[in-house]
């Protein structure tokens, strides 16, 4: 069987905190998915895996527990275990610039990335430890914000006993994803003591690499993804999305193209022969095989299926993303 990880990074927005919104605002756009249109954040996510019987993976970042306190990061992971799903790491190393009292002696950086090997355990060890103090099991995967890690990061989440890392994005290899593996590495590998699960994809045209994230691929590219990987019996298949994605990017209004891929994402995986949906307690149990039967490859691309999204992304963005104009 396939493993499908569905996860969702699940974090507050450190430009809403920058430009002055007030965390209450932050956290009903950034974690609830508030808009005019209802509510379409992590509650509405799980009621669609939960719909279909399927299992959430939620890369929670506790670090604006150094800013706004604690119980902002109970208030985040107090439901996801209460129905049932995943709590692992997810790192925003940009809320330092705002703390009162850095872990880190004031040192700042973007990405996990940009710290040493000894900062980057002290780091992952103090959201770990938020996690847990906010009613987490304790984690055993992690994934950098903005996919912003490099090897050290990987060595300092096995340091302090993580054993998943799912931060290897293709679509930021050589920029803000500096770990050193080949763009086309598919299966899960052990790299410096622990599993890296590389976020997975398809080639939308010749050599290029397109992230299986909701709002980057098509229903029909990701059903189709899936269907490829199942047929291959690849090991793994790891799918992104935020807390944030269904609403539009100025947060106003649903995005019901987005929307409605998430809604498929779910039907697919439940659905389709081959593919089951997993965590990483599943993997850690050994429920999950973690090598595919055979050397998996990529979809390959369909002028079709790549111009039919160009084509649903502009019709989306015309409906749900200009800023309408007041009568």
Do not use: K
């Amino acid at each position: 069987m396939t493993q499908a990880l569905i996860t969702v990074d699940t974090e507050l927005s450190a430009l809403f905190h920058q430009r002055g919104i007030d965390v209450r605002d932050n956290f009903a756009s950034s974690i609830l998915g508030r808009c005019s249109g209802g509510e379409f954040g992590i509650g509405w996510q799980m009621d669609e895996m939960d719909r279909h019987g399927l299992t959430g993976v939620f890369f929670v970042d506790p670090m604006p527990a150094l800013v706004y306190g604690e119980q902002i990061v109970a208030d985040i992971v107090g439901p996801i275990i209460a129905r049932g799903h995943e709590v692992q790491v997810h790192i925003h190393s940009e809320w330092l610039e705002w703390a009162p009292d850095s872990p880190v002696e004031g040192r700042q950086g973007r990405n996990i990335g940009d710290f040493s090997l000894e900062d980057q355990i002290i780091l992952l060890r103090l959201a770990r430890d938020l996690l847990q103090r906010a009613g987490a099991p304790a984690p055993v995967a992690i994934r950098a914000g903005n996919f912003g890690a490099n090897d050290n990061t990987l060595r300092a989440a096995a340091q302090i006993g993580l054993r998943f890392d799912s931060s290897f994005n293709a679509a930021f290899a050589g920029t803000a994803c500096a770990i050193a593996l080949d763009s086309g590495q598919i299966d899960p590998v052990e790299r410096h003591g622990l599993m890296e699960l590389p976020v997975s994809g398809l080639h939308d045209r010749p050599g290029s690499f397109r992230a299986a994230q909701i709002c980057a691929v098509s229903s029909r590219e990701m059903h189709a993804a899936l269907d490829h990987a199942a047929r291959q019996r690849q090991a793994c298949f790891m799918i992104v999305t935020h807390s944030f994605e269904m609403l539009s990017r100025d947060r106003q209004r649903p995005n019901r193209s987005v929307i409605g891929r998430f809604e498929a994402m779910c039907r697919a995986i439940a659905t389709i022969e081959g593919v089951r949906s997993c965590g990483f307690v599943g993997l850690e149990s050994g429920s999950g095989g973690m090598r595919s039967a055979t050397r998996p490859t990529l979809l390959p691309p369909d002028r079709f299926r790549t111009m039919q999204r160009v084509l649903e992304q502009a019709l989306g963005t015309w409906l749900y993303e200009r800023r309408l104009l007041p009568a």
